[in-house]
């Protein structure tokens, strides 16, 4: 119950900011849309457009908090935790697309230069870093009360690109005062695409990996292996998967053949504090046997020989 109502409470700081930062930038992004039609800056309807995907972003991590809020029932036993990924996939693909987009303009307005107006630009680009300012600061507090919620992961990342490419816009308004030189304001559309580029595949390999299940890059499954084997009383660990059900939930099972002298249980327990205690694996679930014994620990044709554990209550799954 207590590790329940704390992920509820994380749940509940992490919606509270992330409205917050979403309602900052809706409002943002309504006037920047109309500053760059005024104003007739790519760079800015492309930022404003970047900022539409930051919006996405934020609210796609607001659902996917409360989706994967969810306790697990029926079909779906492990819950709705991989909706987190899914909004963190969605995202990254999304800003590739829009990426892709935004190249094509920025080379066709490098081509065919347009008036862009460079006091509007630098304006609205200051005015941009203000509030991306406030909205990241609300973001990182979500992501402090969960800090494996990779939807927020994302949404952070969104906002922290977003700053990068008003300070380019801003950059390029200046010069297009001091200069003249028009074609400042596709450059920045470019810079502004390459960051998207850069965030949705960063997005898109972390989503990747909880989708394809592997292990989470702090665990190195080898060495979980070797930690467990060397534990007093296991003869051999077999068939060994690490891998993420979702923000913050990685998983561990095993089968564990324990020395015939040896109590299952003890051995379990063991093992089961040393990987939550050592490697943050508190959801395992470990199939313990006892080895048989024939002269060196194998069968005659060479085989290892096991046998169901003589506790009383046979073979133990446990799962935490």
């Given at each position: 119950?207590?590790?329940?109502?704390?992920?509820?409470?994380?749940?509940?700081?992490?919606?509270?900011?992330?409205?917050?930062?979403?309602?900052?930038?809706?409002?943002?992004?309504?006037?920047?849309?109309?500053?760059?039609?005024?104003?007739?800056?790519?760079?800015?309807?492309?930022?404003?457009?970047?900022?539409?995907?930051?919006?996405?972003?934020?609210?796609?991590?607001?659902?996917?908090?409360?989706?994967?809020?969810?306790?697990?029932?029926?079909?779906?036993?492990?819950?709705?935790?991989?909706?987190?990924?899914?909004?963190?996939?969605?995202?990254?693909?999304?800003?590739?697309?829009?990426?892709?987009?935004?190249?094509?303009?920025?080379?066709?307005?490098?081509?065919?230069?347009?008036?862009?107006?460079?006091?509007?630009?630098?304006?609205?680009?200051?005015?941009?870093?203000?509030?991306?300012?406030?909205?990241?600061?609300?973001?990182?507090?979500?992501?402090?009360?969960?800090?494996?919620?990779?939807?927020?992961?994302?949404?952070?990342?969104?906002?922290?690109?977003?700053?990068?490419?008003?300070?380019?816009?801003?950059?390029?308004?200046?010069?297009?005062?001091?200069?003249?030189?028009?074609?400042?304001?596709?450059?920045?559309?470019?810079?502004?695409?390459?960051?998207?580029?850069?965030?949705?595949?960063?997005?898109?390999?972390?989503?990747?990996?909880?989708?394809?299940?592997?292990?989470?890059?702090?665990?190195?499954?080898?060495?979980?292996?070797?930690?467990?084997?060397?534990?007093?009383?296991?003869?051999?660990?077999?068939?060994?998967?690490?891998?993420?059900?979702?923000?913050?939930?990685?998983?561990?099972?095993?089968?564990?053949?324990?020395?015939?002298d040896r109590g299952c249980h003890e051995i379990g327990a063991?093992?089961?504090?040393?990987?939550?205690?050592?490697?943050?694996?508190?959801?395992?679930?470990?199939?313990?046997?006892?080895?048989?014994?024939?002269?060196?620990?194998?069968?005659?044709?060479?085989?290892?020989?096991?046998?169901?554990?003589?506790?009383?209550?046979?073979?133990?799954?446990?799962?935490?």
């Amino acid at each position: 119950m207590g590790h329940e109502h704390e992920h509820a409470s994380a749940a509940g700081a992490d919606r509270r900011w992330l409205a917050v930062a979403l309602a900052l930038l809706a409002a943002f992004l309504i006037g920047e849309v109309i500053a760059g039609f005024l104003a007739h800056s790519t760079a800015l309807l492309t930022d404003a457009a970047h900022l539409l995907t930051d919006v996405a972003a934020l609210a796609m991590a607001l659902f996917a908090i409360r989706i994967s809020a969810r306790p697990a029932q029926g079909f779906f036993t492990y819950g709705y935790a991989r909706v987190d990924a899914l909004a963190g996939q969605a995202n990254g693909i999304t800003l590739l697309l829009l990426a892709a987009w935004f190249v094509v303009e920025a080379v066709r307005h490098l081509v065919h230069p347009t008036d862009s107006s460079g006091a509007a630009m630098t304006g609205v680009a200051v005015g941009g870093v203000i509030v991306n300012v406030l909205a990241t600061a609300a973001a990182v507090k979500a992501q402090r009360a969960n800090a494996e919620r990779l939807s927020v992961r994302g949404a952070v990342a969104h906002l922290l690109n977003d700053l990068w490419a008003f300070a380019s816009t801003a950059v390029a308004g200046i010069v297009i005062l001091a200069t003249g030189w028009t074609r400042a304001d596709a450059v920045a559309s470019l810079v502004i695409a390459g960051l998207m580029i850069y965030t949705g595949v960063g997005l898109i390999q972390a989503s990747g990996r909880v989708f394809l299940e592997a292990a989470p890059r702090e665990v190195d499954p080898l060495v979980v292996g070797t930690t467990m084997a060397d534990v007093d009383g296991v003869a051999q660990i077999h068939d060994l998967h690490v891998w993420q059900i979702g923000p913050g939930e990685p998983a561990i099972s095993a089968h564990v053949l324990v020395e015939p002298d040896r109590g299952c249980h003890e051995i379990g327990a063991r093992l089961r504090a040393l990987l939550a205690d050592q490697y943050g694996l508190s959801h395992a679930t470990l199939q313990l046997d006892h080895v048989g014994l024939s002269g060196d620990g194998h069968s005659g044709d060479g085989h290892s020989v096991q046998h169901v554990c003589s506790d009383t209550h046979g073979p133990v799954h446990t799962s935490n």
